[in-house]
């Protein structure tokens, strides 16, 4: 049973309806979401989320749920799936606390798998991996982004998902660790330019995408940045310092705004890819540690674009599989622990770890890694 049927929502119905050993179901309040899920060979129901009865109603005959809502609705209806006693792998993104989830899912003793997409999800699972490699791990840096094909002004941005969930990128505080301490520093800032070989130079600044991370991981030093070409940041810094992202109400000649629904709601068309439009994914990856006595350092590339033959956007592609990999562990039964689970714990099971690169390969998601010593 997936519930929700957006751009990823729909990726991941496609994929896993393709499954003979699948009976697919898609849930969505919008009707010509749920047609197109039918088109996949999936069941297609009607319903709204938001109310938590329909997601009960929705699950009850489900051996397994995915979760693909927005953000705003993920923990509610994480939370009520697995208070109907069914396991759960989820890619909402939730702002809230996902431990806080354990028990629900321990006392019905089943896995609830969270943050399965590419950042986090797939880079989690490749921290996972290296910790239990190495001797010793001393730094993860990721760098990862979702951008057009084509630059076009004033923006040179489209945005894979609601413009809302990446301007919260922009105002949240990025959490990161150095020297093995923890410390907060706005979103936006230290910005570094990056070179791509195939693609050319873009620029990575700090967001607050380490989440379960700062929790499992021992690494001393850890930042992930967000990469969008050259100039987008000190745009939305002009931005959010001017208050565009303010959801405090001002008063405006036609009343009381919030300047944030105002600038969503510009953003929203400036910032929609057209059909057929081309998007790529990238990311880098960079883990150093200890090994056998020596230092090394492992990096990992992944560079992804649109599919035209299956009109699936390459954020899509790379975060709906990365999703079913997911799945497919937990309904082949290589991971059945009952409880919360975030992917760099499922990373540590070099099974499940090569399972999830090796469903991604088949799908042309590819993951280059080069090792050196240092």
């Known amino acids: 049973m997936v519930l ?3 751009r990823i929502g729909s990726t991941i119905v496609r994929d896993l309806a393709a499954n003979d050993d699948f009976s697919v179901i898609g849930v969505d309040l919008d009707p010509v979401r749920v047609e197109r899920m039918t088109e996949f060979g999936a069941e297609g129901v009607v319903a709204d989320l ?3 009865g329909n997601v009960s109603k929705a699950v009850a005959d489900a051996d397994l749920v995915v979760g693909a809502v927005p953000g705003f609705m993920g923990y509610r209806t994480v939370e009520r799936v697995l208070q109907e006693g069914k396991p759960i792998v989820d890619i909402s993104f939730f702002p809230e606390d996902a431990f806080g989830l354990d028990r629900a899912a321990r006392d019905a003793g089943v896995c609830c798998l969270f943050d399965c997409g590419i950042a986090p999800g797939l880079s989690n699972l490749i921290l996972g991996r290296m910790e239990e490699h190495l001797d010793e791990t001393t730094s993860f840096h990721c760098l990862v982004g979702g951008l057009p ?3 076009k002004w004033p923006w040179e941005y489209k945005a894979p998902f609601s413009p809302g ?3 919260e990128e922009y105002v949240r505080p990025a ?8 410390i907060t520093l706005p979103a936006l800032s230290e910005v570094e330019l990056v070179d791509f070989p195939g693609l050319g130079s873009l620029e ?7 989440r379960s991370l700062l929790r499992t991981c021992k690494a001393p030093d850890m930042v992930e940045k967000t990469m969008r070409y050259p100039g987008h940041a000190v745009r939305m810094r002009i931005l959010r310092d001017a208050g565009f992202f303010s959801t405090e109400e001002i008063q405006a000649a036609s009343g009381l705004v919030r300047p944030r629904d105002v600038t969503e709601a510009l953003l929203f068309s400036a910032w929609q890819f057209e059909e057929g439009e081309p998007d790529l994914t990238v990311m880098r990856i960079v883990i150093e540690g200890k090994q056998n006595g020596g230092r090394v350092r492992h990096t ?3 560079l992804d674009y649109y599919n035209p033959d299956t009109e699936t956007s390459s954020m899509a592609r790379t975060t709906g599989f990365t999703c079913t990999a997911m799945v497919n562990l937990v309904a082949g039964g290589l991971w059945d622990k009952p409880g919360l689970a975030p992917p760099e714990e499922v990373g540590r099971n070099v099974d499940c770890y090569n399972a999830v690169l090796k469903h991604l390969e088949a799908r042309g998601v590819h993951v280059f890694q080069g090792i050196e010593a240092l």
């Open 204 to 210: 990575a600044f700090n967001t607050d995408g380490l």
């Open 175 to 182: 959490r990161l660790r150095r020297d093995g301490v923890e």
């Open 300 to 302: 990992y590339n992944l």
């Open 4 to 6: 929700g049927g957006g």
């Open 50 to 52: 938001s109310e938590l």
């Open 149 to 151: 094909v084509e630059r």
């Open 165 to 167: 969930d990446v301007i």
